[in-house]
């Protein structure tokens, strides 16, 4: 086939095909309820992704949004746990605090997830990230608390 299409052409059809793209459209799935459902009304077929976990994802996402209830952390966190243990793979995910502890300015801990029982349940790992503002050299710079660690230490950064 080389030669049959020009340079430009052959870009193209190499990035509909980038994992990286793949795995910014799960990201923004799993952050907006209405964009998965918005998937689901105008879905390709699941087989057209690149990767298998990526398809295995988005199966695990149309069974939450299909089921008709508000995918709340817990039900996403346990959903990719089996998703994850299944394909052997590790899945990042992200989730809010609460509006109460960002007020307070303390050191962030697990309880102050939201939903935090739940999630404490399924992840694996939680960590949490805030920005220091102790001093004007420290602005900008975040800060790290391993509150929740199965295979090791917790601690801070």
Same mark, same amino acid.
């Given at each position: ?33 209405? !964009? ?6 105008? !879905? ?18 149309? +069974? ?6 508000? +995918? ?19 899945? /990042? +995910? ?10 307070? *300015? ?6 102050? /997830?939201?939903?935090?029982? *739940?999630?404490?349940?399924? +992840? ?18 975040? *800060? &790290? ?6 295979? *090791? !230490?917790?601690?801070? &950064?």
């Amino acid at each position: 086939m080389e030669g049959l299409m020009s340079d430009d052409v052959q870009s193209e059809v190499q990035a509909l095909y980038d994992d990286r793209a793949e795995t910014a459209l799960l990201g923004a799935w799993l952050s907006d309820d209405k !964009k998965s459902s918005d998937y689901l009304q105008h !879905k390709k077929p699941v087989d057209d992704f690149y990767r298998t976990e990526h398809s295995d994802i988005v199966r695990a996402i149309e +069974a939450i949004v299909s089921s008709g209830k508000q +995918a709340d952390p817990v039900t996403v966190a346990a959903r990719l746990k089996v998703t994850a243990v299944r394909l052997g793979v590790y899945i /990042l +995910a992200l989730s809010q605090v609460s509006h109460e502890a960002v007020k307070q *300015g303390s050191v962030l801990k697990m309880q102050d /997830l939201k939903d935090s029982s *739940g999630l404490e349940q399924a +992840a694996d790992d939680v960590i949490l990230l805030s920005e220091l503002e102790e001093s004007s050299e420290e602005r900008g710079v975040l *800060g &790290c608390v391993v509150d929740k660690h199965r295979s *090791g !230490k917790r601690g801070s &950064c």
